[in-house]
């Protein structure tokens, strides 16, 4: 068995969350396509039929310092 289990169970959480709450999400490379290519590949689990690329886009200044921008 995987004895990291535990682990990556709370660390998918943690992960996700970072990911949706620190950052807005582009899809495409160039990060303008409006709709997302929900096209089914073959395979046992759903597999895309071509790749999703997101591009993140930071949301929350991640080191908020004091007095900054106003000096
Ligand atoms: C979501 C995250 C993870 C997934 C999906 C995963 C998946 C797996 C799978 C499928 C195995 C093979 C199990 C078997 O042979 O029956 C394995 C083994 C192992 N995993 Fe993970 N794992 C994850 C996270 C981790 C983490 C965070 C660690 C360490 C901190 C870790 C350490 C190990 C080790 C050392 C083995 C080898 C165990 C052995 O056969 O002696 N894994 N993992």
Do not use: C, F, L, N
């Given at each position: 068995m995987c004895p990291g289990t535990s682990l990556g169970l709370q660390m998918i959480h943690a992960t996700f969350g970072a990911m949706i709450q620190c950052f807005d999400w582009k899809a495409g490379t160039d990060g303008n396509l409006t709709s997302?290519?929900?096209d089914e590949g073959l395979g046992l689990n759903l597999?895309?039929?071509n790749s999703l690329v997101c591009i993140p886009v930071a949301r929350i200044?991640?080191?908020p310092l004091p007095n900054q921008?106003?000096?």
């Open positions: 997302v290519d929900m597999p895309r039929a200044d991640p080191i921008g106003k000096d």
